[in-house]
């Protein structure tokens, strides 16, 4: 990268909420389902049909606003987006411009950048074209899908940076409840505004937006090779056109769709179908009460409170699921460590986010404390886990069926390791020059005696203290 120049970037994140139903009508809000089956006159703008506004919907906006640190507006206003496109029945989108739910807030990057937001707002997303061969068709299941759009300041300047603040308000929104973010199903979309300029040029350079990008790997990739071409431009002296380009992901470049349009174009104006939306103080500080604990006040919380060290921390707030099922073990059972490497260790080999974690926090924790209290040895807790993983069941009864339950109290094992020691006085004799294997010959001598039901650590333990005597 040409070193005289800098990059600027404004991002506009497009997230589809977790709602039951749509944002204006009572058709179902769900991914996957047979083409235009979710549809209704309301969501596919049958003329004369009315909108009726998602309650819902708009406490997540507050969350998602709340999570993000945003000023939460007193009123909001939903306003008319017109344009045309096959996608959008109604030929206009509902959507707002002069008074979003959410207005300022920011993110900070682990740099100490702080990214100021401009606004969070409320809107519908639009159906889906699909393309096959030389059709096309149309889902509008997507239509009327709450869709919230976060735009940032331009405040980003590398595809890192960029990277980070996306994965970072992911984060918030999917601790916060709001929305799954499944980037791979259309969830979450990505619009890039760059522009370059010269270092120490006290404007900013002409953008071009690149819109609908939906992986990581996308927004990377489309950053630097548009950072690049713009550069490339300038020094050859040419200017750059404000437009929207398209990024093509499999030949990796962008390419100019047409000329940008600013609001002006899309003659926004107040929504005559829906009522000005008031939003009480008293809401907002209820929301607030319920708002779930963000990644870095988890990742605080299990550092400070619980004493694990930072790896374990940002392992186990890598998914919510996992942070909430860790916090479901520790209100059952308070031995965070003890359950953090359950997690990093056994689950983390078996977890994928399809299938999700198939042991209850009940059955770990009755796993954990079965062992903690010696009652089975942490290699039998191991093959109950398993077992309940593959094919469920209850820890306690699996461990009776399995006769795992050691009933050998501590003194009744310290009772038996004595009894061996003063029965085998050659061994004995041996411990000096061969410890390891004389150890080892008197577990196995606990082991016989027990059946196998001593745990295995204790008994070693007991053992040693006696031949140190
Ligand atoms: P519009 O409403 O015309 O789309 P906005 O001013 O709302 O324009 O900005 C849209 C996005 O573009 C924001 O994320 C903003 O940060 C970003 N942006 C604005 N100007 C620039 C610029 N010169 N370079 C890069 N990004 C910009
Ligand atoms: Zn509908």
Redesign the pocket.
Known sequence: MNKDYEV?????IHAELDTQSKVFCSCKNSFGAEPNTNCCPVCTGMPGALPVLNKRAVELTIMAGLACDCEISNYAVFERKNYFYPDLSKAYQISQLEKPICVGGGIRLSSGKFVRL?RIHLGEDAGKLIHEFDQTHIDYNRGGVPLIET????DLSSAEEAVEFVNKLRDNFIFAGVAKCRMQEGGMRCDV???VRKKGSPL????TEMKNLNSFKAIQRAIEYEAKRQIEALERGEKIVQETRKWDDEKGVSLSMRSKE??NDYRYFPDPDLLTVKIPELTVQELKKKLPLSPEKRRELYIESYGLPQYDANLLTSSKEISDFFDACVALLKEPKEFSNWIMTEIMKLYTEEVGILISAQNLAKIAELILTKKITRQNGKQLFYEIWNEGGDALELAEKYGMLSSITESELEGIVKKLIAENAKALEDYKSAPDKVIKFFIGGVMKETKGKADAQLARELILRELER
């Not at 600027?8 to 506009?12: D, M, R, V």
């Not at 735009?151 to 331009?154: L, N, Q, S």
């Not at 900013?204 to 953008?207: E, K, Q």
Request: glycine fraction near 10%.
């Open positions: 600027t970037i404004g991002l506009e401009n735009v940032t300041e331009p505004n760059l522009s900013l350079g002409t953008r600013d609001s």
